[in-house]
Every structure is written in structure tokens, then in C-alpha cells.
């Protein structure tokens, strides 16, 4: 099984995690739930459900991190049975990513930090300059959704839309 991302310059990195780590799952996307790249999953509706999830605990977890604490937890962890779950924040020069990535027995959390730590680094330095973009509309991000989804899935090539996605990455 390989990685599929949005834009090319996340394989490598993401790829890179996922041998390391030996990740079951692997998922890199926008705060707002919006998928770059993703590994072990096989149809849309569950990366989809995956992302929306992901992005509401990444989003709760860092409101209740300040109330409680005056700064947003940035990983999150939890073991199942057979299955473990992590969920971090990737904050780089000119995105805000959230990952997520599910593990079992062939893994460790520690491992899991060690090379989350070091997909934070490779795409720190993969990630292209950031470009002037368009705020976001409702009609822009369902048409960046769908294009990702379409790349992830081999649905559409990269760039058939003839432009690059109007989501803000700041």
C-alpha cells in the first residue's frame, strides 16, 4: 500500500512516517478538515469521516487545553484493545496541519513521537513558499474537498481542475 496526497511535496515526508513507524493509518490534514495526504485507508467516505473527526478533536482538545491549562494540547493519544491512536499538531513555517496516525502492537507511542517528530521536520522543509490565496468560501472549500479526495482516490490528476487550491494554509 502506498501514500496518496494532494500535493507532492507531503509524499515523501508522509511516506517516510509511515515505514518508520510502521502506521496501520496515516492522515495529514487542515485544521478545517480538509485531507492532504493519507495512507491505509481504501474508500473516500472513511477518510472523509476520519478527517471531520480528527478535526473536531483536534479542535476541541485545544479549546479545553486552554481553559485548562492557558495553552491548546497539541497530541492527543488513546489505546485500544488491539489498536492506538495519536493525533497531533504539525505547525510549520507557512501551514497548520493536523495528523493523525493509527498503530498497533508492531509500533510503540514512543516510536510514534519519534517519527511524528521527525514528519514535523521533513515537512517543514518540503513545504513550497507560501503563495497569496484566496480567503475561503463555503463553494471553495466543497471544491477543494472534492478535488483532494478525487487526487487521493485517482478520480482526477493533479492540477485538472487547471488551478491550485484557494484554501488559505496560514
Known amino acids: 500500500m502506498r501514500t496518496h496526497v494532494a ?18 493509518f496515516a492522515l495529514l490534514l487542515h485544521p478545517n478538515g480538509q485531507v492532504m495526504g493519507q495512507f491505509g485507508f481504501t474508500r ?21 487545553g486552554r481553559e485548562l491549562d492557558g495553552k491548546p494540547f497539541r497530541e492527543m493519544y488513546h489505546a485500544g484493545r488491539d489498536r492506538q491512536i495519536f493525533i497531533g499538531d504539525v505547525p510549520t ?9 493509527v498503530f498497533d502492537a508492531e509500533s510503540s507511542l514512543g516510536l510514534v ?5 521527525e514528519l514535523c521536520a521533513l515537512l517543514e522543509n518540503a513545504q513550497p513558499p507560501l503563495l497569496v490565496e484566496a480567503p475561503i468560501s463555503a463553494a471553495s472549500l466543497e471544491h477543494d474537498l472534492n478535488r483532494n479526495l478525487a487526487i487521493l482516490f485517482g478520480r482526477a490528476p493533479r492540477g485538472a481542475d487547471g488551478g491550485e487550491s484557494s484554501i488559505s494554509l496560514a
Not at 500535493?7 to 496501520?24: G, H, T, Y
Not at 513521537?113 to 517528530?117: K, N, T
Open 7 to 24: 500535493e507532492p511535496w507531503i509524499e515523501a515526508p508522509l511516506q517516510a512516517f509511515v515505514d518508520d513507524a510502521s502506521a496501520l
Open 44 to 64: 473516500a467516505v472513511d477518510v472523509m469521516a476520519a478527517c471531520a473527526l480528527a478535526a473536531a478533536i483536534h479542535a476541541s482538545a485545544g479549546e479545553l
Open 93 to 101: 513555517t507557512h501551514h497548520r496541519f493536523v495528523f493523525l496516525t
Open 113 to 117: 513521537r519519534i517519527y511524528f517528530e
